[in-house]
Structure formats: structure tokens, C-alpha cells
């Protein structure tokens, strides 16, 4: 009976409706139960199969990678028994005769040395060295043996022949082919280990021909060539490497090269700079002649003189005066340094190495001199004699030098003009 408030054909449409959505659920769960039924039917048969013996037919990939360490009659009879197993299994190609847990791990066979007794070692030709051989190949093709060759089918007359590809082996082949295999393997076995030789005459050739004049100067390379090989592989992989920018950035490459060589410019006219100012000291001019207004263009003979006839007027500071420039005078003509006249007195003393002689009495004539001429300090005779002798022994060329408290009396002009 229809509701209240709807009329026969709304009631008849929403019967029709209803009576679709349950066709549409059975109709699902009639599809559905086949499938979970196949599903439920291939866990059991995965389960089953796992628990079958035959699981234990394929060697997990763990057990077999493990190689044991054999002998060498050991791997022999390890051959043989797998040439046995090849036989058979050529014969039967079934799963028992075929099986690939029957091949073994692989081995690791000592090598022998021969002819030659190893130090520590109790019998003369054993090592501890050892090869492995693997038989990998043997368990895929084993497993491969268990199903029949499977006869291809004739190819139609019409069909074009295809050269690029050559038929693929049948497995009985690769079985006489592994037969073959193991046969050589067993018969390397069994041959006699060759003592490598000496090689003693081509090495007394070599001997011989290093001893000649050709061979002579080789030496090892030293360290100092050894930087410059590494500088210079530096220097070739850092342009190289710039070279590669300017694939990427052209201007980075034109600013590292062109940075490199500024550098380099910078670096040599640094150098060139400090070495002129170490070495401006010792230059010697070119003309023999001093220079107009230095101490030496005049003669030390006139500086001596004008300084006696001072001492003999008693113009003791004039006197100390003229011998100071007397002995500049003639250190300067000895080309102890290079003619100025715009040198000080404490420039001349800088001018002369430590390690010289004459660096103590100029010291002591140029303090005497800088206190008597340009200090003001009174001077007598006593100052005038110690001075000129410091002079008379700068003169002479150092003799005489070293201290007036020496003794003996000063050189004379004379003496020193000798």
C-alpha cells in the first residue's frame, strides 16, 4: 500500500529503484567469490610449495656464494665428481639427476710456486696465495637441464633468412660443452707447475748496457725538481680549468687570466724594486771621475795638509775638520762606497758593512768630528792628535785603525802616502 501523500506511480517508481541496488549487490558478490577463492587457492599453493622438498632443490644464492678452501687433490676429485654430475644429468634431464645443489660451493684452490723455497715455510714450493673458482655457470645450466630441448619449429620457405642473429645453442650442446670444460679444468690440474724463468742473461744485457757512457750522468730527480714538475702541472691545470669557464662565463675566464698575469707583473716589480734598493749602495758609477762637490774629488793629500797647517795656527777645530774629510777622502777614493756629496757624517758610517775593520775607528772619528764641528764643544791639541791618529790609521788602510790606545806613534803622511 503506498505511503500517504504519494501517489500509485511515485510508489511504483521507488519499488523499481530498490529492486536495481539489489540485483547490483548479488551480482558483486557472485564476481567477487571467484576471485577470493583463486586467491585462497594460490596462498596454499605457495605454502605448499615452500614446504615441498622441491624448495631445496634451488640453493639460495647465500649458500652457494660461500667458497670453501680446497686442496689441490680436493679440487680434482671436486672436478671429477661434477663431470659425473654433467654425465648423468645429460642422460636423465630430470629434476632429481639435474640438480644444482649437487654442483657444491665454489673453491678456492692454493697456488704453487715452484723452484723457489718461500722463507718461514715448511715445504718449498707452498703459498697462501689462492684463486677462486666458481662454478656459477655450472648451476644455472644444471637447472636450465631439468626440461627438454624444445624442437623449433620448421621455418617457412617464404620467410627471409635472418643472418644477424645465430641460432641460440640447445642446452644438451652446453652440457657437452661443460664436459669438455671441466675435462681441460682437470687436465691443468694434473700438468706440472713451470718454474718461470731466471731471465739472468737479459738481465746482465741490461746491466751492461746501463754501465755505458750514455747512462752515466742519470741521477734521481731531485726535490727542487720534483716542486718545479708540480708547479708547473699546477700552472697548466689551473689555465685549463679557466679555459673551461668561459664555456659557462667567457668574462670570469678573461678576469682569472688576465688577475694571474697582474699578479705576476706586481710580484716581479716588487722584487726588482727591493733588489735595487739593497744593492744601490755597492753600484759603482761608470766614470772614474768623483762627482763634483764629494769629498774625494778633492785629494786626501789637501784635506791632510790644510789640516796641519790649521793644527799649526792652533785652529785645532778647523784642524779636526780637514782630517775628518782626509780620511773620507780617501776611504772614498778606495771605492768603499759610491761619490756624494750630499751624504751626512752618520750616512758614511752606515755605508760600511759590520763585519769590516774600519767600522770601529770611523765610528770613533765621526763621534770626535760631530761633537767638535757641529756640537760647539771646545777642542785642543790633545783631540787634535787622537783624531789624526784614527785618520793616519784609516789612511794607511786599517793597520792602524782599530784603537789609538795601542801604542806607538801616528803614521805619518809620508807612511800613508806609501
Not at 792628535?385 to 803614521?411: D, H, K, M, T, W
Amino acid at each position: 500500500m503506498p505511503a500517504a501523500g504519494m501517489t500509485s506511480t511515485e510508489s511504483k517508481s521507488g519499488g523499481e529503484f530498490l529492486d536495481r541496488i539489489r540485483e547490483a549487490i548479488c551480482g558483486a558478490a557472485r564476481s567477487a567469490l571467484p576471485i577470493a577463492i583463486l586467491g585462497a587457492a594460490l596462498l596454499g599453493s605457495a605454502s605448499a610449495r615452500a614446504d615441498s622438498p622441491l624448495a631445496a632443490e634451488h640453493p639460495s644464492p647465500s649458500a652457494a656464494s660461500k667458497p670453501r678452501d680446497a686442496s689441490l687433490d680436493e679440487y680434482k676429485q671436486h672436478l671429477m665428481a661434477l663431470t659425473t654430475l654433467v654425465e648423468a644429468c645429460a642422460k636423465a634431464r630430470d629434476l632429481k639427476t639435474c640438480d644444482p645443489g649437487q654442483v657444491g660451493p665454489d673453491d678456492r684452490v692454493p697456488l704453487a710456486l715452484t723452484g723457489k723455497a718461500l722463507p718461514g715455510k715448511a715445504q718449498p714450493g707452498a703459498t697462501d696465495a689462492r684463486r677462486l673458482i666458481r662454478y656459477g655457470w655450472l648451476r644455472v645450466l644444471i637447472s636450465e637441464a631439468q626440461d627438454k630441448d624444445v624442437v623449433a619449429p620448421e621455418a617457412k620457405k617464404d620467410a627471409p633468412a635472418d643472418g644477424a642473429r645465430p641460432p641460440q645453442p640447445k642446452t644438451s650442446q652446453l652440457l657437452q660443452g661443460a664436459e669438455a670444460r671441466l675435462a681441460k679444468d682437470l687436465a691443468d690440474a694434473d700438468r706440472p707447475a713451470v718454474t718461470p724463468p731466471g731471465h739472468d742473461a737479459e738481465r746482465a744485457v741490461m746491466k751492461q748496457v746501463l754501465a755505458g757512457r750514455d747512462f752515466r750522468g742519470l741521477e734521481a730527480e731531485s726535490a727542487q725538481q720534483s716542486a718545479l714538475e708540480k708547479f708547473a702541472q699546477w700552472i697548466n691545470t689551473f689555465f685549463e680549468n679557466a679555459g673551461k669557464l668561459t664555456a659557462k662565463a667567457a668574462w670570469l675566464g678573461r678576469v682569472i687570466v688576465w688577475g694571474f698575469i697582474l699578479a705576476v707583473c706586481v710580484g716581479l716589480l716588487w722584487g726588482l724594486i727591493q733588489f735595487e734598493r739593497r744593492w744601490r749602495v755597492r753600484l759603482v758609477p761608470n766614470s772614474d771621475l768623483p762627482a763634483p762637490g764629494a769629498a774625494s774629488a778633492r785629494d786626501w793629500q789637501l784635506w791632510l795638509e790644510d789640516g796641519r797647517r790649521a793644527a799649526a795656527a792652533g785652529q785645532w777645530r778647523e784642524a779636526i775638520h780637514f782630517v775628518y774629510w782626509a780620511a773620507i777622502s780617501r776611504l772614498e777614493s778606495k771605492r768603499l762606497w759610491p761619490a756624494d756629496r750630499a751624504r751626512t757624517p752618520r750616512e758614511y758610517l752606515a755605508l760600511v758593512a759590520p763585519e769590516d775593520a774600519r767600522k770601529a775607528p770611523l765610528r770613533a772619528l765621526t763621534r770626535s768630528f760631530e761633537r767638535v764641528w757641529y756640537g760647539g764643544r771646545p777642542a785642543g791639541e790633545q783631540e787634535y792628535r787622537r783624531v789624526e791618529e784614527i785618520a793616519n790609521g784609516l789612511i794607511a788602510g786599517g793597520a792602524r785603525a782599530s784603537s789609538p790606545a795601542a801604542g806607538g806613534a801616528p803614521a805619518s803622511a809620508e807612511g800613508a802616502a806609501r
